[in-house]
């Protein structure tokens, strides 16, 4: 009997002309942890739905243990125990742990009447499968991140899987989260369940997975090697087809003006008596775990929560911000880290999302736009940027993950702000895309822009900061500069 789960031969697949997938092959083993990875827009998420039977391919076969499809239909894979997990997870919100747990099951089944008692039963088996507690009652609104994902993975379970898709499982997830994941996958490993792996942190890579396959341009360049065979820096050559060289930040302003300095500021149920400072040419790092007030400290800076004591001093004199259109007037631009729901339009034009935040500056007679110089705007920062499009009235779904950041990065760059604060600016984005986000970041410092960056990404604040504040339960705890810090010196503060 073979022990090949998962076969896909000679995938290809295009959408108006442009081929996503050329030529792809993919074998995945029972009981196998497989790395999927790859630069944004080469190909994995094609794959992955052309797997699930969301996609039909041009060309090409899919075997599921022996049986061959050359149409799958998301019902039949699902049967055939394929089960995916997106970023979303695709919980109810407003349905509890139990129903969203049983929730796939009672559709598979059709059942006319809804048994309460089973499907409370069904749940909390899955749930004592993974050794995990939750309260079967509690609305998945409520969750955690980290709970949503037990959640999705107990909904596989239940349903007989044997192949499990998690892609990108662990951006939003702590540290501590992360190993708890981690340990959850090597148990399903042992019971012969396969897992694909999507992700683009490679430390999480060497740490669970068995074999790799890397797809670069919609080809496949590596199927099924193992993952001890390789480093980072291998992955990232084979990803992206050239070295990556991240150095680290050589600060050329020091001493700077100041730009921000904040004073025993507060905003209640966020963060409690934060006290930094901030120069032209500084990137400063402010870490901490999910929780630890960071991001409610960018937001406060931002405008979008008005802090309930303390002082902000820009550029010398006391500001008063109680609105974001406050701090933008000042000076301060804000990345947000859900750049798809905070950071863009994605229904509009790439130079659209650029030039929105200059609207104000290129009003003609009777306040009418000046559309010519508008979309000239959005031309340059396209070019500045190095963001890849054809055309810059293209949609902005049109990018991947990293030229869409990049685009929200030119947004604010438009408007020559004094201060820029990022909430995880690479996120989500393959390794090429981020050395180049870096660089980008390092030469706005050293024009003499002060930068802020929000971020539990260790070997990022460390390569692109000069010093790092580091928050735990709503108080900076420590300030560092990164030339003395070592990785597993920071990473024992987080702890």
Not at 258 to 275: P, Q
Not at 431 to 443: L, V
Not at 456 to 485: H, S
């Amino acid at each position: 009997m073979s022990d090949v789960f998962l076969r896909a031969a000679n995938i290809n697949k295009s959408f108006a002309g442009v081929h996503a997938l050329k030529g792809v092959n993919l074998t995945v083993k029972k009981g196998e942890v497989r790395c999927l990875i790859g630069e944004n827009g080469c190909g994995k998420s094609t794959l992955i739905k052309i797997i699930s039977g969301v996609y039909t391919p041009d060309s090409g076969e899919i075997e599921i243990e022996g049986h061959k499809y050359s149409k799958l239909t998301p019902s039949e894979a699902m049967n055939r125990g394929i089960q995916v997990i997106y970023q979303d997870f695709s919980i109810f919100p407003n349905l509890s742990v139990a129903n969203n747990i049983a929730m796939n099951t009672l559709r598979v089944e059709k059942k006319k009447f809804v048994n309460w008692k089973l499907i409370r039963e069904r749940a909390q088996r899955a749930l004592d499968h993974l050794d995990v507690k939750l309260d079967l009652d509690e609305k998945a609104e409520a969750l955690s991140v980290a709970d949503k994902q037990i959640v999705a993975i107990c909904r596989a379970i239940i349903q007989d899987a044997k192949l499990i898709i998690m892609d990108e499982p662990t951006t939003a997830l702590t540290k501590k989260e992360v190993t708890s994941l981690l340990k959850i996958i090597t148990q399903l490993k042992q019971e012969g369940i396969s897992v694909i792996f999507v992700t683009h942190k490679l430390e999480e890579v060497m740490d669970v997975t068995d074999t790799v396959t890397i797809l670069r341009n919609g080809s496949t360049v590596i199927d099924g090697e193992k993952t001890s065979d390789f480093d980072i820096s291998k992955f990232a050559y084979y990803m992206t087809g050239r070295e990556i060289k991240d150095e680290p930040f050589v600060q050329q302003i020091k001493n700077g003006k100041e730009v921000l300095r904040v004073e025993h500021l507060s905003l209640k149920d966020g963060f409690e008596d934060v006290s930094l400072t901030v120069n032209s040419g500084d990137i400063v790092g402010v870490t901490g775990l999910l929780g630890s007030g960071r991001t409610e400290f960018a937001q406060c800076l931002f405008g979008q929560y008005p802090p309930t004591s303390g002082k902000i001093f820009f550029e010398g004199k006391e500001v008063k911000i109680k609105s974001v259109q406050d701090s933008i007037d000042i000076g301060i631009g804000y990345v947000p880290e859900d750049r798809l729901t905070e950071g863009l339009f994605i229904k509009k034009s790439i130079a659209s999302n650029i030039y929105v935040g200059v609207l104000d500056k290129y009003k003609k007679n009777l306040g009418i736009s000046d559309i010519r110089a508008l979309k000239e705007v959005g031309e340059k920062w396209v070019k500045e940027l190095a963001i890849k499009t054809p055309d810059p009235e293209n949609i902005i779904s049109t990018l991947s993950g990293g030229n869409q950041q990049r685009v929200v990065l030119a947004k604010w760059l438009a408007r020559n702000p004094k201060l820029l604060i990022l909430n995880g600016p690479t996120v989500g984005v393959d390794i090429g895309s981020k050395s180049e986000i870096h660089k980008i970041i390092r030469q706005l410092a050293n024009n003499g822009m002060a930068v802020i960056i929000i971020s539990d990404d260790i070997p990022e604040l460390l390569a692109n900061c000069n010093k790092v504040a580091v928050m735990k339960m709503g108080r900076i705890v420590g300030e560092f500069d990164t030339k003395e810090l070592a990785p597993d010196q920071l990473a024992s503060m987080l702890a």
